[in-house]
């Protein structure tokens, strides 16, 4: 599979989060061509600020592969990853990290921060971005413009509703 196959499936992923009114952010975790994690962002179900897509998706794989070191293997995530997720990526050794969109309030590899290339750092990764970018764009702009849209609905119900 190429790169973009593998977004596709993050993509999949952010949607069902969507879906379950999380934010649409997706991952996986691939080693040699099979994909052995799969994320997406949990925050808001499972009450977990750790729930990020990425480290869903990191948590599965490692238990796939029996080890916390995930060498040889790559993330693909389609927001860029925060710094708490860029920090897990080091720490599990994965060796790529393959992203949509940019993150310009929170991005850790390579936007605002860039922990994943870091050589001060044990461990760096390779980084790719822009990999179906206006798709991955488009999903987290509508999903918070649909947001907007219910909470202004919320504070001015329209008149004669009960």
């Not at 590899?109 to 971005?129: A, F, M, P, Q």
Request: aromatic fraction near 4%; hydrophobic fraction near 35%.
């Amino acid at each position: 599979m190429k790169n973009k196959n593998f977004m596709d499936l993050a993509i999949e992923e952010a949607k069902k989060a969507a879906s379950e009114g999380d934010i649409p952010v997706g991952a996986v975790v691939v080693y040699k061509n099979d994909v052995i994690g799969r994320g997406r962002n949990l925050r808001r179900i499972d009450h977990d600020p750790t729930a990020h897509a990425e480290i869903v998706a990191i948590r599965q794989a490692a238990k796939a592969r029996g080890s916390w070191n995930l060498s040889g293997c790559e993330i693909y995530v389609t927001l860029e990853p925060c710094p708490m997720c860029a920090g897990a990526i080091v720490q599990s050794r994965i060796a790529k990290v393959v992203y949509g969109c940019t993150d310009p309030k929170a991005g850790a590899s390579g936007t605002l921060y860039d922990i994943t290339r870091d050589t001060r750092l044990n461990h760096r990764c390779e980084v790719i971005k822009g990999i179906e970018e206006d798709r991955c764009r488009n999903m987290l702009r509508d999903f918070f413009s649909e947001c907007r849209k219910k909470r202004r609905k919320e504070r001015n119900p329209s008149p004669g509703a009960p």
